[in-house]
């Protein structure tokens, strides 16, 4: 069962334009979400989180928004570069729990 | 800030033979440690995680296993490898319950 869906495997930009990376979940307990960027042959790095009791965090070119009745969140880059070529993970947890689980991952590709 | 030290960086190993991946932090103390596996096309699986030493709690029943012999000390076993077994091993710290930082990973290709 995979409580962690990132449903689209790429997605393609020009840069100068909005990145819009998706993540759906199904475990209600979640309460806290985050993005990791990973680089081939690299680990993932942290990106950017987000707290149940918000619907928006923002961080310079990295906004992440949560709609926690659609079970949805997503991350708007904007401007695009194409150094922000890499695959996004989605992760979520629950407060009392030390695991994350991940999504599959989206390949997001800025075109110069 | 932490520093995440996994080795080797790539390994190629017949099927039936050992493994031994090693990974170390430094920068914080009596941190969770995590190992995960990404297969090729294919998310992160957490396989193993440890809030202390000698403590492992297993996600997955498979062919690995997984040892804390000092607090910022994490090792990922087999006794013999199956070709199922490659993948791209990373080992993660965090203290805080939510974030965790990775370290730069292992390729292992089991032939």
């Known amino acids: 069962d995979q409580q962690v869906k990132q449903n689209s495997p790429s997605l393609s930009v020009q840069e100068g334009r909005i990145s819009i990376l998706n993540c759906d979940y199904t475990?209600?307990?979640?309460?806290?979400f985050l993005w990791y960027k990973k680089y081939p042959a690299e680990g993932p790095t942290f990106l950017i989180s987000?707290?149940?009791?918000?619907d928006k965090n923002e961080d310079g070119r990295f906004t992440v928004f949560l709609n926690k009745s659609a079970k949805h969140l997503s991350l708007h880059i904007v401007p695009s570069q194409p150094g922000d070529s890499a695959v996004y993970f989605c992760a979520a947890t629950t407060g009392s729990n030390y695991k994350l689980t991940f999504g599959k991952g989206t390949l997001l590709t800025v075109n110069p | 800030s932490q520093t995440i030290h996994q080795w080797p960086a790539t390994l190629v190993q017949p099927v039936g033979s050992p493994l031994s991946l090693e990974c170390t932090v430094e920068g914080t103390s009596n941190p969770n440690l995590y190992w995960y596996r990404q297969a090729a096309g294919r998310g992160l699986q957490l396989l193993f995680y440890?809030?202390?030493?000698?403590?492992i709690s297993s996600e997955v029943p498979q062919n690995l296993s997984a040892s804390r012999p000092q607090d910022r000390q994490f090792i990922l076993s087999s006794k013999k490898l199956l070709l199922s077994d490659s993948g791209f091993y990373l080992c993660a710290s965090g203290t805080a319950l939510n974030e965790q930082f990775f370290g730069p990973g292992t390729r292992l290709t089991v032939l």
């Open positions: 440890s809030v202390g030493i000698g403590q």
């Open positions: 987000i707290s149940s009791i918000k």
């Open positions: 475990n209600s307990m979640f309460d806290y």
